[in-house]
Structures are given as structure tokens and as C-alpha cells.
């Protein structure tokens, strides 16, 4: 896109990609988006456009629309509201390294002190930095107080045990969720997945709620260094309580969704009487199948589904959208980070050509070169010298 980029923009280059492929809209199961406006707006979002045309093709077609999940977790986290530590710790960072002769100087200190590891910055676009930089500088908190203390910009707030505290329950919990959004990237991950991660920090959450109010700071090695008394511990479960909260209203759409989920992970467990009446007898005959069984225990879950019988046409078709469904847009991302990296400034004669070679190769996930092909379609140079 080289022009504007609003909602019909964006859809129409979406749709005439597709088509390109003739993609058959009719079985169109559901989109993920970042959650921008122009994606999501009510009126004439992407979304609403492309629910549209897939209703025009297939009037009786559920289409899903995902917030990626890697975004929500990420807004999850700013429902923390600890701003008052965040503050500290990215105004004494910037101090430090935003100028080059106190970075050099704090390095040397460091290694004065046998320190070899130094302060990273904070980038809220780069979401796993917050955990970095807190980490850090949870670990330097003395050497900073005293490299400040020198340079006459003390930072009073590490002489306070209730604000350290702050800082240490800060460092472990997000810790915890830069572990969990960590599970969550990577490819060829289903949207099952997703959301099993997602369901089992819930269930952290309420265990460490629980435990932080009975003063039990287990899971929170940094917090448990640390002299607590009641209020404090009261406070921080308050916090994870809201934190919970957020994950149960970001995350709705999986929840309302979680049947179809526990029927596509155990085919053979789940009640069939619970499960859609076109899909009862089937499941049944399924679940008396003893070769399937074992199937179903040796192979990986997708490759499970694509092996079924011709005689399962509901179940493979129900089977078809749950591993259609995208919980993230890690892929866009992962592929406009290439893009970034090939088209720049100093690549001044890279056509639009070349870049679209360039994303083909990049974002293909199993692309080998015939090198056997390549090399009969080259013409070799014989010398012409005499040995």
C-alpha cells in the first residue's frame, strides 16, 4: 500500500490479495486483528467489511473476529496502574544512559564492582523490555543509589522500603507475564493453545491472590526478599485481583468459545450429548474406534484431524476451522519486522518487486533451494589456460 491506509483501503488491498489466490470466501472462519480502529470500528471497520462479504458468500457462516491475544496480554498489564515505580525507574534509566558520559562512567563503575552486566532501556513498544529493565535494575538498586547519590540526583524513593517493595512485587509479576506472552509467540501454534496458556495464568493468579493475602509470597522470590507486613501484601493481592479481572473480560470471546475447544483437544472424553446434535453420532463411532484411538495418542492433534475417514465429514469440517483460527497476528508482525529491516534508507534502488521477492522468501516456513535445478540452468565457465 502506497497511498492511504484507511479501513476501505485496507480491505480492498486485503480482498484483492485474496482473490489474487481465488480464496473462497464462503469458508472464510474468522480474523485476528491489533485492535486498531480502522480494524475494528463498528460501522466500517475491516472486520464489518469482511463479515459482509463472507455473509454474501455464505449466509449461514459464524465469522470470528480475534483481538491478538498477544495484544490484549499486553494491555493487561498497564491495568497494573504502578505508575509511581515505573516512573522512577525510567527517568533514573534515561539519566543514566540517555547521556554518554554518565553511561560510560556507570559502566566503569559497575566493573569496579565486578558487575559485568549494565542497564538496558525501556521501549513500551518492545513489550518484554519492561521486564528487562526492571529486572536490572531491581539488581543494581544499590550502585545506582550510590552513582546518583554522586552525580547529586539522588533517587530518595530506593531509601523507601514501601516503594522497593512496590519495585520487587513490580519485578516478579512481570516476569510472570513476559513468561507467559514468551509461550504464546512463535509459529505453527494453534489457537487451542492460546488459550490453554492463557486459561492457566488465570488460574496463577488466583493461587498467587490467594497466597499473597495469607502473606505467603512463594511464587515472588524478589518480593519475599523483601520485609512485608499486611497492608502491603493486602495491596498486592487487590492488584492481582484486578489484574484477573482483566484477563476475564479481555478474553471473552475464547471463553464463549471454550465447548468447541474442549471438543476439538479430546475428541474422546468430552460427553456427546453436549456437543452439536450433527455431530452426536459421529463423535460416538469415533470414540468406539479403536485404531483411531491410538492414532490419536501418537500423532500430533492437527495431523490427527487431517488423517480422518471419509465417513467423519462433520467432525473434519468442525476440526478444519478451529485449526483455520488465528489467536495472534504474530506472523504480520514477524513479517513487517523483515520488511522494515530490507526496506531502509540506505537500499535506495529496492523496487517493490524485489521486496515482495524478499517477504516471499522470508516468510515461507519450510522453502528449500534445488540446488541440483539451479545449477543445471547455469552455463559453466570453462578456463581456457592450459595446465
Known amino acids: 500500500m502506497t497511498d492511504t491506509t484507511t479501513a476501505n483501503d485496507v480491505f480492498h488491498s486485503l480482498v484483492g ?80 544512559r540517555a547521556r554518554g558520559l554518565n553511561h560510560r562512567q556507570f559502566s566503569a563503575f559497575l566493573l569496579e564492582n565486578d558487575i559485568h552486566h549494565g542497564l538496558p532501556y525501556h521501549t513500551d513498544v518492545r513489550w518484554l523490555s519492561r521486564g528487562a529493565v526492571l529486572k536490572h535494575f531491581y539488581k543494581l538498586r544499590t550502585e545506582i543509589a550510590e552513582f546518583m547519590q554522586g552525580k547529586g540526583k539522588p533517587v530518595v524513593q530506593l531509601d523507601d522500603p514501601e516503594w522497593t517493595r512496590d519495585l520487587a512485587f513490580l519485578v516478579d509479576i512481570t516476569e510472570h507475564l513476559n513468561v507467559l506472552n514468551v509461550t504464546m509467540q512463535g ?32 511464587h515472588f522470590p524478589c518480593l519475599k526478599s523483601q520485609p512485608v507486613n499486611h497492608q502491603s501484601m493486602d495491596k498486592y493481592a487487590n492488584l492481582l485481583s484486578g489484574l484477573r479481572h482483566e484477563f476475564d473480560n479481555r478474553f471473552t470471546v475464547f471463553t464463549e468459545l471454550e465447548k468447541d475447544f474442549s471438543l476439538f483437544r479430546s475428541p ?92 516471499k522468501i522470508a516468510t515461507a516456513q519450510q522453502l528449500s533451494p534445488d540446488m541440483d535445478k539451479l545449477v543445471k540452468v547455469k552455463r559453466c565457465l570453462a578456463s581456457t589456460s592450459k595446465m
Not at 463498528?42 to 467489511?49: D, L, P, T
Not at 488460574?203 to 498467587?208: H, Q, R
Not at 456437543?275 to 483411531?292: D, K, S, T
Open 17 to 96: 490479495a485474496l482473490d489474487e489466490l481465488e480464496v473462497d470466501w464462503s469458508r472464510a472462519v474468522s480474523v485476528a486483528t491489533d485492535g486498531a480502529p480502522s480494524m475494528i470500528g463498528r460501522k466500517a471497520g475491516v472486520v464489518v467489511k469482511l463479515r459482509e462479504k463472507v455473509n454474501a458468500a455464505n449466509p449461514e457462516q459464524v465469522f470470528l473476529n480475534f483481538h491478538c491475544i498477544l495484544h490484549q496480554e499486553a494491555l493487561c498489564c498497564k491495568s497494573l496502574k504502578m505508575d509511581h515505580v515505573m516512573r522512577v525507574v525510567i527517568d533514573t534509566v534515561n539519566f543514566i
Open 187 to 218: 509459529r505453527n501454534k494453534l489457537v487451542t493453545e492460546y488459550y490453554d496458556s492463557v486459561r492457566a495464568f488465570q488460574g496463577k493468579l488466583v493461587l498467587w491472590q490467594t497466597q499473597l493475602s495469607k502473606r505467603n509470597a512463594a
Open 268 to 359: 474422546f472424553t468430552v460427553d456427546a450429548s453436549v456437543v452439536p446434535e450433527a455431530m452426536q453420532m459421529e463423535l460416538i463411532e469415533l470414540q468406539c474406534c479403536a485404531p483411531l484411538k491410538d492414532t490419536y495418542a501418537s500423532v500430533a492433534i492437527e495431523v490427527f484431524y487431517q488423517s480422518l475417514p471419509p465417513q467423519y465429514p462433520m467432525l473434519t469440517a468442525f476440526a478444519g476451522k478451529i485449526l483455520c483460527m488465528f489467536g495472534t497476528t504474530y506472523l504480520c508482525e514477524q513479517a513487517f519486522s523483515v520488511m522494515n529491516i530490507n526496506k531502509s534508507k540506505v537500499r535506495n534502488r529496492l523496487t517493490h518487486g524485489h521486496l515482495n521477492d524478499v517477504m
